[in-house]
């Protein structure tokens, strides 16, 4: 049977991406007995999941609370919950109302493919970070938009920049819909944008008509004080819509983000969700509420950033012991992931399947960029145990040395 022709145009265009390949060659391995250790995708540490609280809401639970739960639950998330969102992001510098500016997703990637939804049509023009989360890219790529770059440095995205880019998109009479960014120990570098910078860019919105998709999964994971007031908190025409997500800070089982923007845009990513989704999950949104009412959602974060702290350290000093001296790489203050700089004779891409062969995974940097790259590497701390880092590590170090 001939099955290229029942797809449609974006069903063609699925192919499997980098995350897909290494999960497909691990299975492989572990079904020949052999181990691989994943320094690739941000997961949560497991042995960390706060179930015993989790597990102590559904005690405590009673039966009006699970006929609420057993329910349809509205497309826009329960109240509770978003009550609830809207007290602790109030304590981080927004101000939202619950009624109106959110709504909760299944995680923050429904969030970006509802904005790919909501805002693009073929062709139009979006700014992303250079380098860029890789499955925002993967969203936004099913609207087929016109993806430009603008450079990030340790300090975040340059507003300099930005503003180059815009000033070349509206010189071709175009206009740009939205710039995407990760404000907060970004993804895949985890640089902090400065206050100056958020300023700026909110600025440069305001002067050139743009909106800005704000994406802060990590930006509650700080090692060194809280991080800049997000650039919600600084937009003053409505201009921002601000995504986040449970996955990062409590849990990714519980498939919970949450989605704060001005009540238009809002109303018409809920009408986009009810085609599909129709509501997310009650009983997680549930347990969700009760954490935050109880503080265990902020607990859970201190929990974490000693436990993610630790495991930095321990990748860093792995690093500098097993790395051949001529890679680079950065030392997160906060996040998930670490970014390192390999020579441009090492092509990361070419090298992946053989590490995985050796045992060990990473993500190569090219995923990141819309634009030809291959010398850069992102490895993540959070998921593997102290053992597998130090272990993964040292494979890794071996296999770079021999490129060298």
């Known amino acids: 049977m001939d099955t290229e022709k029942f797809y449609s145009k974006l069903g063609a265009g699925y192919q499997p991406g980098v995350l897909t390949t290494v999960v497909l060659a691990a299975e492989e391995l572990k079904r020949q007995g052999k181990k691989i250790i994943g320094l690739t995708g941000g997961m949560y540490d497991e042995e960390s999941f706060p179930w015993r609280e989790v597990k102590e809401i559904f005690d405590e639970a009673t039966e009006a609370d699970w006929r609420v739960m057993l329910q349809y639950g509205g497309t826009r998330g329960y109240q509770p919950l978003r009550e609830e969102l809207a007290k602790w992001m109030k304590g981080h510098g927004i101000t939202v109302d619950p009624f109106k ?17 909501i805002f693009l049509d073929k062709d139009d023009v979006i700014i992303v970070g250079s380098p860029t989360y890789l499955s925002a890219l993967t969203a936004f790529q099913t609207s087929s938009p016109d993806i430009r770059e603008a450079k990030l440095d340790k300090d975040g995205m340059i507003p300099e920049e930005l503003e180059k880019v815009v000033k070349q998109v509206q010189s071709e009479g175009k206009m740009v819909k939205f710039v995407y960014i990760i404000p907060s120990f970004q993804n895949p570098m985890s640089s902090m944008l400065t206050m100056e910078r958020r300023k700026k860019i909110i600025e440069l919105a305001n002067k050139y008509d743009f909106l800005i998709l704000e994406d802060n999964p990590y930006g509650y994971i700080s090692f060194e004080g809280p991080m800049p007031t997000p650039l919600k908190g600084l937009d003053t025409e409505g201009r921002v819509i601000y995504t986040s997500t449970f996955s990062k800070i409590v849990s990714p089982g519980m498939r919970i983000g949450w989605l704060a923007a001005n009540p238009e845009f809002i109303m018409k ?112 701390y959070s998921h593997p145990s102290i053992d597998d880092i130090v272990e993964g590590i040292k494979i890794l170090g071996g296999l770079l040395k021999e490129q060298m």
């Not at 500016?101 to 939804?117: F, H, K, P, V, Y």
């Not at 949104?285 to 009760?290: D, E, G, L, N």
């Not at 000093?317 to 004779?345: C, H, Q, R």
């Not at 092509?347 to 399947?353: D, P, Q």
Request: charged share 25%; glycine share 4%.
């Open 101 to 117: 500016e959110l709504m909760i997703t299944t995680g923050s990637q429904e969030a970006l493919d509802l904005m790919a939804r």
């Open 269 to 380: 990513m809920a009408e986009a969700k009810s085609s599909t989704i129709i509501s997310n999950a009650l009983p997680s949104q549930y347990a969700a509420a009760k954490l935050f009412e109880r503080g265990d959602v902020d607990k859970q974060i201190e929990k974490m950033k000693k436990v993610y702290i630790k495991k930095r350290d321990v990748m860093l000093e792995a690093m500098d012991t097993y790395f051949p001296k001529e890679a680079k790489w950065n030392s997160p203050k906060g996040g998930l992931f670490l970014w390192v700089e390999l020579p441009e004779s090492v092509n990361a891409t070419e090298l992946l399947m053989e590490a995985v062969k050796r045992g060990v995974a990473y993500i190569p940097g090219s995923n990141f960029y819309t634009t030809p790259t291959h010398n850069h590497i992102r490895l993540n």
